[in-house]
T-cell receptor, first 117, second 116 residues
Framework: AQKVTQAQTEISVVEKEDVTLDCVYE???????LFWYKQPPSGELVFLIR??????QNEISGRYSWNFQKSTSSFNFTITASQVVDSAVYFC??????????????FGTGTRLLVSP | DAGVIQSPRHEVTEMGQEVTLRCKPI?????LFWYRQTMMRGLELLIY????????DSGMPEDRFSAKMPNASFSTLKIQPSEPRDSAVYFC??????????????FGPGTRLTVL
């Protein structure tokens, strides 16, 4: 069965520090998608990125960057120059193909990031 | 563009009462999902619909839970009777399918349910 491991339960940094959130996954699918979602203190789940298994190029969006490595089954997320507004719980998720043709999302347990001023 | 809309945002009720949670998916999306989030179990998929038809309800915890999608723009999750262990945040999400793949799921703001 698919599995997503976010070993870091909580990370505390000071503003302007860089921080990397780790995500390791297990899958038997040859084609799959990986996601990151952000859950700020207000509670909503905000989509950040979707990456398919055939695209190992790193992605950068502003202060956010993602490093996808199939060789190590990892999809790590780095925030550069962190800000207080980055404080949230971040979830990594993996698609799991079902017999119905639907791809279910398997979520990790989340990493709580606390950025202090 | 409007995202997924859920109501109410907060619900406090007493054990034994019926609770109805509502969701309006993003227009044009053909998949709708109901999730439950608790500290103990994290995010759990309860049920999902495709083109208004329930496809898999294996995640629904008990017969006390039921979900409907009468049309493409509205879904309900009902708990009857409610119990304190149902207290959680319930999320609705929607996505569309393309090329045989279910695309990114976009989540609503959630309903925080407290059953006393």
């Amino acid at each position: 069965a698919q599995k997503v491991t976010q070993a870091q339960t909580e990370i505390s940094v000071v503003e302007k520090e860089d921080v990397t959130l780790d995500c390791v996954y297990e899958t038997r699918d040859t084609t799959y998608y990986l996601f990151w979602y952000k859950q700020p203190p207000s509670g909503e789940l905000v989509f950040l990125i979707r990456r398919n298994s055939f695209d190992e190029q790193n992605e950068i969006s502003g202060r956010y960057s993602w490093n996808f490595q199939k060789s190590t089954s990892s999809f790590n997320f780095t925030i550069t120059a962190s800000q207080v507004v980055d404080s949230a719980v971040y979830f990594c998720a993996l698609s799991e193909s079902l017999n119905t043709g639907f791809q279910k999302l398997v979520f990790g347990t989340g990493t709580r990031l606390l950025v202090s001023p | 563009d409007a995202g997924v809309i859920q109501s109410p945002r907060h619900e406090v009720t007493e054990m034994g009462q019926e609770v109805t949670l509502r969701c309006k998916p993003i227009s044009g999306h053909d998949y709708l999902f109901w999730y439950r989030q608790t500290m103990m179990r994290g995010l759990e998929l309860l049920i999902y619909f495709n083109n208004n038809v329930p496809i898999d309800d294996s995640g629904m915890p008990e017969d006390r839970f039921s979900a409907k999608m009468p049309n493409a723009s509205f879904s309900t999750l009902k708990i009857q009777p409610s119990e304190p262990r149902d207290s959680a945040v319930y999320f609705c999400a929607s996505s569309f399918s393309s090329g045989g793949w279910t695309d990114t799921q976009y989540f609503g703001p959630g309903t925080r349910l407290t059953v006393l």
